[in-house]
């Protein structure tokens, strides 16, 4: 490998690891009087071939998978599970708790707890996956997500009522 593969290789590695530790700082690094709307949680799910299984929440909060790079939010008795990323630029999205809404970190475009837009440069709602309840669990169909343009009835349907 020459030296500016090398470099291009270690930059990229960089710019990997400063986005992840943004992404987290701007998803946990909440006061506590901004954390009453919907409380923001790491999690890492149980994979099982191409689904990952997750405890229900509890409550009413933001939970993000980022080795999965998902959301798991339940919101006002429904439980969605979303893609990580904006879907204008795949850009991460995370949690404004004092706004009570997902913001894309890139070009502002925001979304309500059940990843309906509101504003901003994106033209459709924040990605759905595929998912079903077994019990106390949530699985998520890791291969299939809906997006709302091109299927808004299985948008839609992509929820778990608690």
């Not at 798991?72 to 004092?98: E, M, T």
Request: glycine share 8%; with cysteine; aromatic share 8%.
């Amino acid at each position: 490998m020459d030296r500016e593969c090398e470099d291009m290789q270690c930059r990229r590695e960089f710019l990997k690891s400063a986005g992840c530790f943004g992404l987290t700082l701007g998803l946990v690094g909440l006061s506590s009087g901004a954390a009453d709307a919907l409380p923001v949680f790491l999690t890492e799910g149980i994979q099982s071939g191409a689904e990952t299984r997750y405890p229900i929440p509890a409550a009413d909060s933001v939970n993000v998978d980022r080795k999965a790079q998902l959301i798991v939010a339940r919101s006002k008795g429904h439980v969605y599970v979303f893609a990580l990323s904006c879907p204008h630029q795949n850009n991460a999205v995370k949690w404004v708790a004092k706004d009570h809404r997902f913001q894309c970190t890139k070009h502002d475009s925001e979304y309500q707890p059940d990843g309906v837009h509101t504003a901003g440069r994106a033209t459709r709602n924040l990605d759905r996956y595929v998912i079903r309840r077994d019990g106390d669990s949530v699985v998520v169909d890791l291969h299939r997500w809906i997006q709302s343009d091109k299927d808004p009835a299985g948008w839609a349907a992509a929820t778990i009522a608690v």
